[in-house]
């Protein structure tokens, strides 16, 4: 079915003679050795080579806002869905068609993150989202709801030792209890996007999901100047019962020789039915507007990169969490390099998260929630004010 597809464009395309004898992809270092593998079954099936470029991360997105207006640069990137609002609004990416994509096999989150104003501008190879990582020398299953979380996790704070720790002033982090209550950084519509001027971050919810945070600190659970080195090193050590964080941490833990399962906090109930619901980072492939040859390149990011084959060969040379959920299937049947049911327990976490708003707005977000949450979990302020003082932060960042 696929080659029939390929064939079909290549006559297409040869009858009006507009498509050149090649694609060009800006890919980091990961990905460039199997893109190059699949693009020349691709090049078997069509005649199209592909040419796979390593460019750094952090300088696709800069360089493609140079080359793409100027009809340079390539016709496929490798990029994170928060350069979706950036890119479409100066009209250097395309949309993919949805009726193209097998779209029930991706994490709804992840489908969500490239969808711009009703329109899929990307597809999602990768997912990412925090969750709780236990040692099973100390939990054998982690509660459900977040008053014997907290239960437990007092039975393991001693002089020595912590029953749970993250770096709480990280709004990355905390977000999962202040979205899970109800809270919203800006409001969203498939349809419609982002709504800037409707800002939740005050809300009922997130004053509730703040005081849970407050909680942490109050019942002496988190030592206060708790940071990131610190929860990792002590996770690693085997001085910490259970801490928040990501699946980038997942081989270095394994590799420390921790016996450690994950829970989705998506599974923790905070109260009255809500869960944890943590942020979400997407990163896919995205197609150049400006491109003469955006049918064969789309062709090549639906049916070759982007099949379950494809991303578990993203998964093996980058081990990001697949955000194709069928990927799993592939990884119980070869191995990878992290367990399948650390990767599933992600998965789970990432599938209902929310995506980061993939808008310039977000900027001044970070730091004005990172100290109002510093004021809150200090005692400085308390929750309802310091939210206040954050949204006003935010609000005046944004009409400047």
């Given at each position: 079915m696929k080659k029939l597809l390929v064939l079909s464009l290549v006559a297409l395309f040869a009858t009006v003679a507009v498509f050149a004898n090649s694609i060009v992809v800006w890919s980091s270092e990961q990905q460039v050795d199997f893109m190059r593998r699949i693009g020349e079954e691709f090049a078997r099936d069509t005649g199209i080579n592909v040419e796979v470029e390593q460019v750094n991360f952090g300088d696709i997105k800069s360089k493609f806002l140079t080359a793409a207006p100027a009809g340079e640069g390539p016709d496929i990137i490798v990029g994170a869905h928060d350069w979706v609002g950036e890119l479409v609004t100066n009209g250097l990416i395309e949309p993919i068609?949805?009726?193209?994509?097998?779209?029930?096999?991706?994490?709804?989150?992840?489908?969500?993150?490239?969808?711009?104003?009703?329109?899929?501008?990307?597809?999602?190879?990768?997912?990412?989202?925090?969750?709780?990582?236990?040692?099973?020398?100390?939990?054998?299953?982690?509660?459900?709801n977040i008053e014997d979380f907290k239960a437990l996790a007092k039975e393991y704070t001693t002089d020595e030792t912590v029953g749970f720790i993250y770096r709480a002033e990280d709004f990355y982090f905390s977000s999962t209890f202040i979205q899970g209550k109800g809270g919203y950084v800006f409001d969203w519509s498939a349809e419609e996007g982002y709504d800037v001027s409707?800002?939740?971050?005050?809300?009922?919810?997130?004053?509730?999901?703040?005081?849970?945070?407050?909680?942490?600190?109050?019942?002496?659970?988190?030592?206060?100047?708790?940071?990131?080195?610190?929860?990792?090193?002590?996770?690693?050590?085997?001085?910490?019962?259970?801490?928040?964080?990501?699946?980038?941490?997942?081989?270095?833990?394994?590799?420390?020789?921790?016996?450690?399962?994950?829970?989705?906090?998506?599974?923790?109930?905070?109260?009255?039915?809500?869960?944890?619901?943590?942020?979400?980072?997407v990163q896919g492939l995205m197609i150049n507007a400006r491109s003469e040859n955006k049918a064969f390149a789309t062709e090549f990011v639906v049916n070759y990169l982007a099949t379950q084959e494809g991303i578990y060969n993203f998964y093996i040379a980058d081990p990001r969490l697949p955000a194709r959920e069928d990927v799993s299937q592939i990884?119980?049947?070869?191995?990878?390099?992290?367990?399948?049911?650390?990767?599933?327990?992600?998965?789970?976490?990432?599938?209902?998260?929310?995506?980061?708003?993939?808008?310039?707005?977000?900027?001044?977000?970070?730091?004005?929630?990172?100290?109002?949450?510093?004021?809150?979990?200090?005692?400085?302020?308390?929750?309802?004010?310091?939210?206040?003082?954050?949204?006003?932060?935010?609000?005046?960042?944004?009409?400047?």
């Open positions: 068609p949805k009726s193209a994509v097998e779209v029930d096999k991706y994490a709804d989150s992840g489908i969500d993150a490239f969808t711009w104003e009703g329109k899929l501008y990307g597809l999602p190879y990768a997912i990412e989202s925090v969750s709780i990582y236990y040692n099973k020398d100390y939990v054998d299953e982690v509660p459900t409707d800002i939740g971050l005050n809300n009922e919810g997130a004053i509730a999901g703040a005081k849970i945070i407050q909680s942490f600190y109050e019942e002496g659970i988190i030592p206060q100047g708790a940071n990131y080195d610190t929860m990792n090193s002590m996770f690693k050590e085997g001085l910490a019962a259970m801490v928040l964080n990501g699946p980038w941490a997942a081989k270095e833990y394994l590799d420390a020789g921790i016996d450690y399962g994950v829970f989705p906090v998506t599974e923790l109930n905070l109260g009255d039915g809500d869960t944890g619901k943590p942020f979400v980072g990884i119980v049947e070869r191995g990878g390099p992290i367990p399948e049911d650390i990767v599933s327990s992600f998965q789970k976490a990432a599938a209902g998260g929310v995506p980061m708003p993939s808008v310039p707005e977000m900027a001044p977000v970070w730091s004005a929630m990172e100290e109002a949450i510093l004021n809150i979990i200090s005692g400085t302020q308390e929750v309802e004010p310091a939210l206040n003082d954050a949204v006003n932060k935010i609000t005046t960042a944004i009409s400047e």
